[in-house]
T-cell receptor, first 120, second 111 residues
Framework: AQTVTQSQPEMSVQEAETVTLSCTYD???????LFWYKQPPSRQMILVIR??????QNATENRFSVNFQKAAKSFSLKISDSQLGDAAMYFC?????????????????FGTGTQLKVEL | DAGVIQSPRHEVTEMGQEVTLRCKPI?????LFWYRQTMMRGLELLIY????????DSGMPEDRFSAKMPNASFSTLKIQPSEPRDSAVYFC?????????FGDGTRLSIL
């Protein structure tokens, strides 16, 4: 079974600075997706960024970028120019394809999350 | 376009009562997922449907939990009888390929 590990329960960053959140995963698959989701106090789950394992180029979305190291099974999130609105719980997730008796589908496995605080 | 819609947003009920959580996926999405979030266990997948058919329910904690998807635009998660340890935030998500889009969740408190 796939596992996702986020070893930093909590991180802090000064406004306008850069912070990197760590994520490692364990899998025997060669093709998969990785995601970072953000959960602010409103408890919405908001997709931040995604990476397809077969793509070597690291994904970027405005101030958010990832460092995807497939061999090391590492998928870190970098937030540049941090803003107060970035304060939230961040979850790393691994998507695998599973099959059952009645068919197949995608399954997300989440890490335990990293609480990011942004300070003035 | 409307996102995934869950109801109710909050539910408080007494132990032993039946609880029904509802979800309307995004129109056109063919996969639907139910997750549970607790402090102790984080986010766990309970069950997911593909084209209204349950594919994997291995995450359903026990027989007190059941989920249905009678059509492409509606799903329910039922707990009967409810217990205090069922208190959690329950999320519904839907997708057409990638990524999954989440509803705002239902905070369930069992007294």
């Amino acid at each position: 079974a796939q596992t996702v590990t986020q070893s930093q329960p909590e991180m802090s960053v000064q406004e306008a600075e850069t912070v990197t959140l760590s994520c490692t995963y364990d899998t025997s698959e060669s093709d998969y997706y990785l995601f970072w989701y953000k959960q602010p106090p409103s408890r919405q789950m908001i997709l931040v960024i995604r990476q397809e394992a077969y793509k070597q180029q690291n994904a970027t979305e405005n101030r958010f970028s990832v460092n995807f190291q497939k061999a090391a099974k590492s998928f870190s999130l970098k937030i540049s120019d941090s803003q107060l609105g970035d304060a939230a719980m961040y979850f790393c997730a691994y998507r695998s394809y599973v099959t059952g008796i009645t068919g197949g589908g995608n399954k997300l496995t989440f890490g335990t999350g990293t609480q990011l605080k942004v300070e003035l | 376009d409307a996102g995934v819609i869950q109801s109710p947003r909050h539910e408080v009920t007494e132990m032993g009562q039946e609880v029904t959580l509802r979800c309307k996926p995004i129109s056109g999405h063919n996969s639907l997922f139910w997750y549970r979030q607790t402090m102790m266990r984080g986010l766990e997948l309970l069950i997911y449907f593909n084209n209204n058919v349950p594919i994997d329910d291995s995450g359903m904690p026990e027989d007190r939990f059941s989920a249905k998807m009678p059509n492409a635009s509606f799903s329910t998660l039922k707990i009967q009888p409810s217990e205090p340890r069922d208190s959690a935030v329950y999320f519904c998500a839907s997708s057409l390929g990638e990524p999954q889009h989440f509803g705002d969740g239902t905070r369930l408190s069992i007294l």
